[in-house]
């Protein structure tokens, strides 16, 4: 249970807090002041604190400030009055979240305060591969954290990665975080989608051609194999590839060789392969669809990219994700997801996987004149009933707690058990370490 820091003088509405925060799954602290703030601050687990900007002797900047000097992770939201709205956004040009202006909606209140909890958990659980430059992958759940434990393995080895997944999984993200994680992330990474090229023209652009190597070729080309070299190359939906020229790439496999149409020449390429399916590579091996040797060549290291259905606690963390991501891009203000919709998300099955959502997303952006997105504004077919969602809220909990815990762990194997090192690898304080330490029962 994430706990909140209220730091508020008037009684009245500290206690309207406490009640709405606890109704809302927070466990809530009070303070009355900043000087009382900085004792709970020291003495206690806290993972975000709401504060006045008025407050009697030192104001909310204190708070801020000792916060930040105690964990820079945690994530401060500051309350204000409508004349005190540029003290605010000078608070967050000092390191504050964000702020809401008096009098606000408990709901906008409660949103604002989980997105700026998760925002801080993404931070802390992607920080290997944010160190590394590589895309984020979002969520915390167990299913997606086991194929991040797999990818942070294989992906300083030179191995050749097969990659597995229902469509919309996201396997093209995890290609591009291997190449990104490994000794070759400086040297280009070519992706081919194998279903989209033209049968007649994948060998073409597999391994280039020379000039009047066929009707129409004035020019020598170079294959994208070719442009790969010392780098990655990216086979999505392998699969679709003929045989004719899964015979031509396992060559460039094994003997790390290659031939353009139309030359005697064979020229030496050094690539990582990746390939990625959604189909049963199995099933098209005994169909003598795809070859064998093939397959065990390119099945050296399998990663397999967990579906949306197994990783239901990741939907809320990946809604908030896009839409923060087209509220930049179209350019349309701030926007939020209402109650409503987060329970419409939580109810679909998804079978598009992260792409199906990542599309409602972007359709309710769009779609939504104001502030706060609808169910209407998504276009999913049906709404899960209020019982589906709290056993979907409570898998979530239970999961976040678990991958917190596993993720300490992880920080406390690779720093030898070094707490401070720890505590710094995973971006907050050290009481705040022990203090998870002791939630979670971790010796």
């Known amino acids: 249970m994430d706990s909140i820091l209220v730091v508020e003088d008037h009684q009245s509405m500290a206690q309207m807090l406490k009640t709405v925060l606890q109704g809302a799954g927070f466990q809530v602290l009070l303070a009355r002041d900043a000087l009382e703030a900085a004792k709970c601050l020291r003495a206690q687990r806290v993972d975000l604190v709401l504060t006045d900007l008025k407050l009697p002797g030192q104001d909310g900047m204190e708070v801020l400030r000792v916060s930040r000097e105690e964990d820079p992770s945690r994530p401060v939201v500051m309350m204000t009055a409508y004349g005190s709205i540029q003290k605010a956004v000078q608070a967050m040009k000092q390191g504050a979240y964000d702020f809401i202006t008096k009098p606000f909606d408990t709901e906008h209140l409660v949103m604002l305060l989980r997105r700026a909890l998760e925002a801080q958990r993404l931070r802390a659980e992607n920080l290997l591969l944010k160190e590394a430059s590589a895309p984020s992958i979002v969520g915390r759940s167990r299913a997606l954290q086991e194929a991040l434990r797999m990818l942070q393995r294989i992906a300083p080895t030179k191995g050749t990665v097969l990659i597995l997944g229902e469509s919309g999984t996201g396997k093209e993200l995890f290609a591009r975080a291997i190449h990104a994680l490994s000794p070759r992330k400086d040297a280009p990474f070519v ?66 060789e290659l031939q353009r149409i139309g030359s005697v020449k064979t020229l030496k390429v050094d690539v990582r392969v990746i390939a990625a399916s959604n189909q049963d590579l199995e099933a098209l091996v005994a169909q003598g669809r795809f070859r064998e040797d093939l397959y065990y060549r390119l099945n050296v290291l399998p990663l397999r990219v967990p579906p949306l259905r197994e990783r239901p606690e990741d939907i809320p963390l990946l809604a908030e994700h896009f839409l923060a991501k087209y509220t930049r891009e179209l350019k349309t203000g701030p926007k939020e997801l209402s109650q409503e919709a987060l329970r419409c998300l939580l109810g679909h099955r998804w079978k598009g996987n992260v792409r199906e959502l990542q599309n409602a997303i972007e359709r309710a952006v769009i779609l939504c004149d104001g502030g706060l997105i609808m169910p209407e504004h998504l276009g999913l077919e049906g709404t899960p009933s ?23 762990r992880q920080a406390l194997a690779r720093t030898g058990g070094n707490k401070s090192k720890a505590a710094e690898l995973l971006g907050v304080s050290y009481k705040t370490l022990l203090s998870k330490l002791k939630d979670y029962g971790i010796e």
């Open 191 to 256: 992706p081919i989608n194998c279903a989209a090229i033209p049968r007649e023209l994948m060998e073409a652009e597999l391994f280039g051609y020379e000039r009047g190597a066929f009707t129409g070729a004035e020019a020598s080309k170079p294959g994208r194999l070719e442009l790969a070299h010392r780098g990655t190359v990216f086979f999505d939906e392998v699969g679709e590839l003929e045989l004719a020229l899964q015979a031509k790439l396992l060559r460039v496999l094994q003997e790390g």
């Open 386 to 408: 209020r019982q589906e969602v709290e056993t979907l809220q409570e898998v979530a909990r239970s999961a976040q707690r678990a991958a917190e815990a596993e993720h300490i």
